[in-house]
C-alpha cells in the first residue's frame, strides 16, 4: 500500500465531502438532532397517571390515603366515582388509568389495628404504563400504612414490630432510576451507526453513477487504498459527530461522562470504523443510491433498535434472537459506552465486547476491499 496514493485519494474525498454540504449535515449535525428529538420523545419515566377514587368510606384515614398518593408526581387526580357501576365507564373512555376502590369501613379497621384491603384496577391495554403504575401504587400504599402503624405504635407507646427481614437498597451508577441515564448512551450508539452508514453508502455508488469509478479502477490505486482514502474522511468527521452527540447528552440530559474520554474515544475510533466499512461495503455492491440508501437504512435501524439492547433487554428474548445479536456491533457498543459513561469500567471491565468490536472493524473494511477488488477484476 502506498501512502502517496492513500493520500491522493483521501484529498480527493475530502475535497468531494466538504462540497457535498448535505452529505457533511447528515454525517456531522444529523445525528446530535436526533438525539435531541428521541431524547425527549423516548423516556420510561411515567409521571402524573390518570387516577379517579371511588371512596365508599368517606373518613379523614381515607382521605389521607389519597392524599398520600397525590403528594407526589406519581399520579394526577382525575376525578371521584360515586359508585361501583360508573367504574368501566371510566376505564373505557380513557378517564383514567387506576381506579382506587376504597371500601367502607376502611378507617375503623385502621384504627383498630386490622390490615385492611383497598382494590385497585388498572388500564392493562399499555402494560408498560399499567405496571409502572402498579408499582407506584404499591408502593405509596406501603408507605402510608407503615406511617399509620408508626403512629398507632406512637400513641399506644409500645414499640413498632417489624418484618424479620428489611431490606435497604442501594443504587449505584444510577440512583434516581432516570430512564435517560439509560436511553441516552443508546441513542448515541444509534444515531451515529445509521448516519455513519448511510453517508458512506453513497461514496462509491456516487463514483457509479457519474461514471468516474472506470478511471478509479483503472488508475495504479488497489482495492485496499480506496477503501481506506475514502473512509478516512468520513472517519474524521464522524469522530467529530461523536464528541458532538457526548457533549449533547451532557449539557441537555445530564449524561456526564464517568469514565476515560481517551477510552471512549477508542471504542468510538473502532464503532465508526466498523459503521463505515458496512456503508462501504454496501456502496460496493449496489449501483444506484436509491438502492444503497434503503439498503443502508434496512442494515442498520433495525438491527440497533431491536437487537443490541438499546431498547429491549435481550435476556427476556428467544435463545435465536439472542444469537442473532450476536452478529450486530451495536451491541457490543453499546455495552461498552454505557459501561464507560455510566460505570467508570476500564480496560480490563470491557476487553471482549472491546475485541469483538474490533474483529468486526476489521473484517467488514476487508470485505469491502475484496468486493472492490472484484470490481477491478
Known amino acids: 500500500m502506498s501512502p502517496i496514493r492513500l493520500y491522493a485519494v483521501t484529498r480527493k474525498e475530502f475535497r468531494q465531502l466538504v462540497r457535498d ?5 447528515i454525517l456531522a449535525v444529523l445525528p446530535a ?93 399499555n402494560a408498560m404504563k399499567a405496571t409502572t403504575a402498579l408499582s407506584y401504587l404499591q408502593a405509596h400504599i406501603t408507605e402510608f400504612g407503615t406511617n399509620i402503624m408508626l403512629d398507632i405504635a406512637q400513641r399506644m407507646g409500645v414499640p413498632l414490630s417489624g418484618t ?41 455508488v456516487k463514483e457509479k453513477e457519474r461514471n468516474t469509478i472506470e478511471q478509479i479502477l483503472v488508475s495504479p490505486v488497489n482495492a485496499t487504498e480506496l477503501i481506506l482514502g ?33 477510552l471512549l474515544a477508542l471504542v468510538s475510533l473502532l464503532f465508526c470504523l466498523d459503521a463505515l466499512g458496512q456503508g462501504m461495503l454496501i456502496s460496493s455492491a449496489t449501483d444506484s443510491q436509491q438502492v444503497a440508501f434503503f439498503a443502508s437504512v434496512l442494515t442498520t435501524m433495525l438491527p440497533t433498535f431491536l437487537l443490541s439492547g ?22 457490543y457498543f453499546i455495552a461498552l459506552v454505557r459501561g464507560v459513561i455510566l460505570r467508570d469500567a476500564s480496560l480490563l471491565d470491557l476487553w471482549r465486547p472491546l475485541i469483538l468490536l474490533t474483529v468486526f472493524a476489521t473484517s467488514i473494511l476487508g470485505l469491502a476491499s475484496v468486493r472492490v477488488a472484484r470490481t477491478r477484476i
Open 21 to 25: 454540504w448535505r452529505t457533511l449535515f
Open 33 to 125: 438532532i436526533l438525539l435531541l428529538i428521541f431524547g425527549y420523545a423516548l423516556s420510561y419515566d411515567i409521571k402524573n397517571v390518570p387516577l379517579a377514587i371511588l371512596d365508599h368510606d368517606r373518613s379523614p384515614t381515607s382521605r389521607a390515603l389519597v392524599q398520600s398518593m397525590l403528594g407526589a408526581e406519581s399520579f394526577a387526580l382525575a376525578g371521584y366515582i360515586g359508585k361501583d357501576a360508573d367504574i368501566a365507564s371510566w376505564l373505557d373512555e380513557g378517564r383514567a388509568d387506576v381506579v382506587l376502590v376504597i371500601p367502607k369501613g376502611f378507617g375503623a379497621d385502621v384504627a383498630r389495628g386490622v390490615t385492611p384491603q383497598v382494590q385497585a384496577l388498572l388500564d392493562g391495554s
Open 164 to 204: 424479620p427481614v428489611s431490606t435497604e437498597p442501594r443504587i449505584w451508577y444510577n440512583p434516581e432510576l432516570r430512564s435517560s441515564m439509560f436511553l441516552v448512551p443508546g441513542l448515541m450508539v444509534f444515531v451515529l451507526m445509521v448516519s455513519a452508514t448511510t453517508s458512506t453508502a453513497l461514496a462509491v
Open 230 to 262: 475514502k473512509t478516512l474522511p468520513y472517519l474524521i468527521v464522524a469522530m467529530c459527530a461523536a464528541g458532538l452527540l457526548v457533549s449533547t447528552g451532557w449539557i441537555l440530559f445530564g449524561v456526564a461522562v464517568r469514565g476515560s474520554l481517551v
Open 310 to 331: 438499546f431498547v429491549f433487554p435481550l435476556e427476556g428474548t428467544p435463545v435465536a434472537i439472542q444469537l442473532i445479536s450476536h452478529l450486530v456491533p451495536s451491541r
